[in-house]
């Protein structure tokens, strides 16, 4: 009201001052807020239970850099990492020697070789190539990927692949089935990469490195690859599939717990998706306790001491409207608050579970 009265006497609108002014002049990429909130913090160095990390890749390949990882490993109390490699052949087995020979806390998981996609002999070629990688040490396959324009046929080539309800797929993945080997797909990415890159598009920080272009002939937006991704899980129960991000909609949570309750063979990570979730605590942290046996800790970031704290720090408190170097894009964080019985499941339970489902 007071606002109203200056500037019906005649005052200057407060966008004409000069701190406005510089405000104009400020560019959005530039804008890099500290947070005034004196509140109480906390800041654990590990992680409260033993934890296995579902979601990592081949962030180091070096012994010498393993071992360092082993130790970053240790002092954040993590018992294992899944090591997504999506490497078939002599590349897996290099990697599945090199991890296997510095520690026992990695275990690899394999991909598809589908560089036979076309032939007459695929999937036979594919499928055995599966089983030989299953007998060398891998665990599971991942991490699958369709953004759009389905998994990549060639990770040396980057035309369009095949959506994961495409035929070709049944029979690797009625072999994963077959041999109780987890599949982990990544669908889609989270929301506002397929939004326009505009004023109303409120994750536009994050959104602006990782748009999808809709206008690509061919694309599926965000619900296409979701459909797909339902399609196979639907068509090969006895098939485990892991779905990591929350399956990229963590916006709705209502259809990602109906996926869940309609699927028993699907499962969800949580990895590299604390910023587009801890903007909703309350939400996140009901969905989380709802589904509390379905949901695997991950991480899917450099292995950094710095990236694990952030992890204990977003799940185990509730530390309010704090931003992080690394993991912070324009949102504030806040801190989840998860119980220990919530925790023990999430960072380690259901892990072993899952992994318990190999037919070694």
Same mark, same amino acid.
């Not at 036979?116 to 070629?125: G, I, T």
């Not at 989380?288 to 952030?310: H, S």
């Not at 931003?323 to 892990?351: C, F, R």
């Given at each position: 009201?007071? !606002?109203?009265?200056?500037? $019906? $006497?005649?005052?200057?609108?407060?966008?004409?001052?000069?701190?406005?002014?510089?405000?104009?002049?400020?560019?959005?990429?530039?804008?890099?807020?500290?947070?005034?909130?004196?509140?109480?913090?906390?800041?654990? +160095? !590990? $992680?409260?239970?033993? +934890?296995?990390?579902?979601?990592?890749?081949?962030?180091?390949?070096?012994? !010498?850099?393993?071992?360092?990882?082993?130790?970053?490993?240790?002092?954040?109390?993590?018992?294992?990492?899944?090591?997504? +490699?999506?490497?078939?052949?002599?590349?897996?087995?290099?990697?599945?020697? %090199?991890?296997?020979?510095?520690?026992?806390?990695?275990?690899?998981? @394999?991909?598809?070789?589908?560089?036979?996609?076309?032939?007459?002999?695929?999937p036979a070629s594919a499928v055995k190539e599966l089983e030989r990688c299953f007998s060398k040490g891998a665990g599971g396959v991942g991490e699958l990927s369709d953004k759009g324009m389905g998994e990549r046929l060639s990770r040396q080539l980057r035309e369009?692949?095949?959506?994961?309800?495409? =035929?070709?797929?049944? $029979?690797?993945?009625?072999?994963?089935?077959?041999?109780?080997?987890?599949?982990?797909?990544?669908?889609?990415?989270?929301?506002?990469?397929?939004?326009?890159?505009?004023?109303?598009?409120?994750?536009?920080?994050?959104?602006?490195?990782?748009?999808?272009?809709?206008?690509? =002939?061919?694309?599926?937006?965000?619900?296409?690859?979701?459909?797909?991704?339902?399609? @196979?899980?639907?068509?090969?129960?006895?098939?485990?599939?892991?779905?990591?991000?929350?399956?990229?909609?963590?916006?709705?949570?209502?259809?990602?717990?109906?996926?869940?309750?309609?699927?028993?063979?699907?499962?969800?990570?949580?990895?590299?998706?604390?910023?587009? +979730? @801890?903007?909703?605590?309350?939400?996140?942290?009901?969905?989380?306790?709802?589904?509390?046996?379905?949901?695997?800790?991950?991480?899917?970031?450099?292995?950094?001491?710095?990236?694990?704290?952030?992890?204990?720090?977003?799940?185990?408190?509730?530390?309010?409207?704090?931003?992080?170097?690394?993991?912070?894009?324009?949102?504030?964080?806040?801190?989840?608050?998860?119980?220990?019985?919530? %925790?023990?499941?999430?960072?380690?339970?259901?892990?072993?579970?899952?992994? !318990?489902?190999?037919?070694?």
């Amino acid at each position: 009201m007071a !606002a109203c009265l200056l500037l $019906a $006497a005649g005052c200057s609108s407060p966008k004409n001052t000069e701190p406005a002014d510089a405000v104009d002049q400020l560019k959005l990429k530039d804008y890099d807020p500290v947070s005034v909130f004196k509140m109480e913090e906390h800041h654990p +160095t !590990a $992680a409260r239970f033993s +934890t296995i990390d579902m979601h990592s890749h081949v962030y180091r390949d070096t012994e !010498a850099s393993i071992r360092e990882w082993v130790k970053t490993l240790e002092e954040n109390n993590i018992e294992k990492v899944i090591v997504h +490699t999506y490497a078939y052949g002599e590349e897996f087995d290099r990697l599945y020697d %090199l991890f296997t020979r510095v520690s026992d806390k990695f275990e690899l998981f @394999c991909g598809f070789d589908m560089s036979n996609w076309d032939q007459p002999d695929f999937p036979a070629s594919a499928v055995k190539e599966l089983e030989r990688c299953f007998s060398k040490g891998a665990g599971g396959v991942g991490e699958l990927s369709d953004k759009g324009m389905g998994e990549r046929l060639s990770r040396q080539l980057r035309e369009p692949g095949l959506h994961f309800n495409d =035929p070709k797929f049944d $029979a690797l993945f009625e072999k994963c089935g077959e041999l109780g080997m987890p599949v982990v797909i990544h669908s889609g990415d989270p929301i506002w990469m397929y939004e326009p890159i505009d004023a109303h598009n409120d994750g536009l920080m994050n959104a602006k490195h990782w748009q999808i272009d809709l206008s690509t =002939p061919g694309i599926l937006d965000l619900d296409g690859i979701v459909n797909a991704f339902v399609e @196979c899980v639907e068509r090969h129960p006895n098939t485990t599939f892991v779905a990591c991000h929350l399956l990229n909609i963590n916006h709705d949570y209502a259809r990602l717990g109906q996926i869940l309750d309609t699927h028993p063979n699907m499962w969800i990570d949580i990895s590299a998706r604390h910023q587009e +979730t @801890c903007v909703t605590p309350r939400a996140t942290k009901h969905f989380y306790e709802k589904y509390q046996d379905r949901i695997l800790f991950g991480t899917d970031n450099d292995p950094d001491p710095e990236m694990y704290r952030a992890q204990w720090r977003i799940l185990e408190t509730e530390d309010e409207h704090f931003y992080l170097t690394e993991q912070s894009y324009h949102w504030p964080m806040q801190g989840i608050g998860l119980s220990d019985a919530v %925790l023990q499941k999430i960072y380690h339970d259901n892990a072993v579970r899952l992994l !318990a489902s190999r037919k070694r």
